[in-house]
């Protein structure tokens, strides 16, 4: 199932409910995730892209999926797509932040340059 074909949240709930849809799923909309995650890691101009790992941030990108379908409101015009893209690209750009302060909390305690 397609995430764009999503429109209950009920439909939602079912799939993240239950392990093997889950992981079928996220299979088929693999190239979905894609397009959000690949702001993160493709980008040459991103200084993110050293630290982070596709791999990791998939994961980070399904926690927020899962979030995403819990706190949907379908009286809301917006589909679970659109919802849902919003909920993981803010997500993903918190952690990355929140990991970047404790970075540099790092390097500053060590005495490390900036």
């Not at 200084?47 to 409101?73: G, N, P, W």
Request: proline share 0%; net charge positive.
């Amino acid at each position: 199932m397609r995430i764009q074909e999503i429109f209950k949240k009920e439909v939602g709930m079912e799939i993240i409910a239950d392990q093997r849809k889950l992981k079928s799923f996220l299979k088929d909309n693999e190239r979905w995730f894609d397009s959000i995650i690949c702001g993160f890691t493709n980008n040459r101009k991103s200084k993110y892209a050293i630290i982070y790992d596709y791999d990791d941030l998939f994961q980070e990108a399904c926690i927020a999926f899962c979030r995403a379908v819990e706190t949907y409101d379908e009286n809301r015009k917006a589909s679970l797509g659109t919802y849902a893209r919003q909920i993981i690209f803010n997500h993903l750009l918190q952690s990355i932040l929140k990991d970047n302060k404790k970075l540099k909390a790092n390097m500053i305690f060590r005495g490390g340059a900036l």
